[in-house]
């Protein structure tokens, strides 16, 4: 990928876009040979260069009308993604994935939204009015229940995306956006909202440990709110209490009804 690479650097930097370098881009994004932000040696890393190119996209590309199922007509620069059949995947309509975006095998994508850019492991649920923003990286055996909203990053292209790790569950009406990190597992009880100021709050020890931007692999979080004074009086601001760690034993799908019973969570 290094001329590619340099291909899309060049254009980005110069204006003179390679209409041929950002089309094939965006079609190994969609094939999944390529990926936005990957993890290497334990650490994500950000391909700045993909997401220049997904922003070249949308500056070159004509609109187009086209059609979605019986009756449904858009128009749009960006068409919808194909060949389901082949690639095993799920959708229920009125479902969106957006061409650019790859989901694994065995996905499925209930009346939700998946953008350009974005990345869905195997396995995953993406329930009903669920969206999945410009670039997300969502791992395997991930649930995002209905109505939770991840954010899209495009801009700085450098920025990190919305990273979910392998197996972790999302409850109702989640709000996780600009670039926060859940690590494996974690679990999210229904209504946290968390962006890149959110302070994250583990409370299970003497003496609280705040976190920003990441949530830690096998936590479990729950909405909360904290005092904060200001010249006007003290307000109580949101933040995400870390309540818990999820064991072992709950790792498999069908037991995670266990770990919602266990801290009494919402869903």
């Not at 997904?54 to 009308?65: C, D, E, G, Q």
């Not at 620069?77 to 989901?103: C, E, M, S, W």
């Not at 009346?111 to 396995?123: K, L, Q, R």
Request: negative net charge.
């Amino acid at each position: 990928m290094k001329e590619l690479q340099q291909r899309i650097e060049s254009s980005f930097e110069t204006g003179d876009v390679d209409t041929g370098a950002v089309e094939a881009v965006i079609a190994a994004l969609d094939e999944g040979r390529l990926r936005v932000a990957e993890k290497i040696d334990g650490e994500w890393v950000v391909h700045g260069w993909v997401k220049q190119a997904i922003l070249l996209y949308f500056r070159t590309a004509s609109m187009n009308v086209g059609s979605y199922g019986d009756g449904y007509t858009y128009y749009d620069k960006i068409p919808l993604k194909t060949d389901l059949v082949r690639q095993n995947v799920r959708l229920v309509p009125p479902g969106t994935i957006r061409y650019g975006a790859h989901v694994e095998p065995g996905c499925v994508v209930m009346p939700g939204y998946v953008n350009i850019g974005a990345f869905v492991g195997a396995g995953t649920m993406v329930d009903t009015w669920a969206t999945v923003g410009s670039c997300a990286q969502i791992g395997r055996r991930v649930h995002l229940s209905g109505g939770v909203g991840i954010g899209g990053v495009l801009e700085p292209p450098g920025a990190r995306p919305v990273i979910i790790e392998d197996g972790c569950f999302i409850g109702s009406r989640c709000i996780v956006v600009e670039g926060v990190l859940l690590e494996e597992r974690a679990v999210l009880g229904a209504g946290v909202t968390i962006t890149a100021s959110t302070p994250i709050i583990d409370v299970t020890g003497e003496e609280e440990v705040v976190y920003k931007g990441r949530v830690p692999a096998r936590s479990v979080v729950i909405p909360g709110v904290r005092a904060k004074t200001f010249p006007a009086g003290e307000y109580h601001l949101p933040c995400a209490l870390i309540i818990g760690q999820r064991s072992a034993k709950t790792d498999d799908k069908t037991s995670l009804n266990s770990v919602l019973r266990e801290f009494a969570l919402a869903v």
